[in-house]
């Protein structure tokens, strides 16, 4: 089965640094992987995805994301993190060759990190 | 362009009660989907569409029922409010029919309390 672990319940950063939001998978062949981030009161907005080709994938509001195979992880980044990033990310996976039907072939959520930038 | 649109924002039942969440897209997505959202457990998917007419269970389905009569909603019923049911829930959407390879659409959410 399927699954992802974020790590960190909680990130906090200084306006300006760069920042870091862990999250590492298990899938049974090759994911695709997906960062999503929530503000207050809002669903869910989709940042980026990896689904094949190069490791580094860039995404909304400067924000990028590394696949690492060997790790198994997609870490989400930005070099420069801003107050306005303050808000819940979720790490998603899902297996491409999983089952055709039922909840197994479908996105599995992480539980979610909620970043904070200091002014 | 409305995107996903839920309805109603916040509900308060009690236990026993019944109630239906509204979830209606203008984008033409085949696949649809229910989650919610408990802190602490990110979000479980309770049941999900590929197209009109066809819906398949999730992780957490016991407790709500689904249908898809068209393309554009997918009406979440419970069917007896117990408090377990106290969430957010998301409506979520797909231009792809499998759900698993293209970005989610979210509603805004239904805040639900269940005394």
């Known amino acids: 089965a399927q699954s992802v672990a974020q790590p960190e319940d909680q990130v906090n950063v200084a306006e300006g640094n760069p920042l870091t939001v862990k999250c590492t998978y298990s899938?049974?062949?090759?994911?695709?992987l997906f960062w999503y981030v929530q503000y207050p009161n809002r669903g869910l907005q989709f940042l980026l995805k990896?689904?094949?080709?190069?490791?580094l994938v860039k995404g909304s509001y400067g924000f990028e994301a590394e696949f690492n195979k060997s790790q198994t992880s997609f870490h989400l980044k930005k070099p420069s993190a801003l107050v306005s990033d303050s808000a819940l990310y979720f790490c998603?996976?899902?297996?491409?060759?999983?089952?055709?039907?039922?909840?197994?072939?479908?996105?599995?959520f992480g539980s979610g990190t909620q970043l904070t930038v200091l002014p | 362009n409305a995107g996903v649109t839920q309805t109603p924002k916040f509900q308060v039942l009690k236990t026993g009660q019944s109630m239906t969440l509204q979830c209606a897209q203008d984008?033409?997505?085949?696949?649809m989907s229910w989650y919610r959202q408990d802190p602490g457990m990110g979000l479980r998917l309770i049941h999900y569409s590929v197209g009109a007419g066809i819906t398949d269970q999730g992780e957490v389905p016991n407790g709500y029922n689904v249908s898809r009569s068209t393309t554009e909603d997918f009406p979440l019923r419970l069917l007896s409010a117990a408090p377990s049911q106290t969430s957010v829930y998301f409506c979520?959407?797909?231009?792809?029919?499998?759900?698993?390879?293209?970005?989610?659409?979210f509603g805004n959410g239904t805040r639900l309390t269940v005394t």
């Open positions: 899938v049974s062949g090759n994911p695709y």
């Open positions: 990896y689904i094949t080709g190069d490791n």
């Open positions: 998603a996976v899902s297996d491409p060759r999983g089952p055709s039907s039922g909840s197994a072939r479908q996105l599995t």
């Open positions: 979520a959407s797909s231009y792809t029919r499998t759900g698993r390879e293209s970005p989610l659409h």
């Open positions: 984008m033409n997505h085949e696949y």
